[in-house]
């Protein structure tokens, strides 16, 4: 059974840091690249990062980019995307999820931001965890 599992969200004040997980089981994570997204409240799902351990390729929305940080550790099959300098326009759900690695840029599946961001390109995902930062 596939599995993804999102832990780390929370209440946190402006400024402040979290760190989530996405704790995946049931696929060959070198064969997946694993995409963070969010959702507002009255806002449309948004793809902020992307990580693929095969090629070693990320992506960082213009958004996000310099505050947040996305990892991975292979022997665990888990993300962990570091989010720093936290604003209150950070809140939203933030869910974790696998896409199939198949046809991929020179420079890296991840570095294709348009496939990687469009939620429909994924295969599984996880139940979501709530981030909220009070100002």
Partial sequence: EVQLVESGGGLV????????????????????????????????????SCISSSDGSTYLAGSVKGRFTISSDNAKNTVYLQMNSLKPEDTA???????????????????????????????????????????
């Avoid at 994570?29 to 902020?48: L, M, Q, S, T, V």
């Avoid at 869910?95 to 046809?103: E, H, L, N, V």
Wanted: with cysteine.
């Fill in 13 to 48: 004040q402006a400024g402040g840091s979290l760190r989530l997980s996405c704790a995946t089981s049931g696929f060959t994570f070198h064969d997946y690249a694993i995409g963070w997204f969010r959702r507002a409240p009255g806002k449309e799902r948004e793809g902020i």
């Fill in 93 to 135: 759900v933030y869910y974790c999820a696998a896409m199939k690695r198949g046809r991929a840029p020179r420079n890296g599946l991840c570095t294709w931001v348009v496939h990687v961001t469009t939620p429909d390109r994924y295969d599984y995902w996880g139940q979501g965890t709530q981030v909220t930062v009070s100002s």
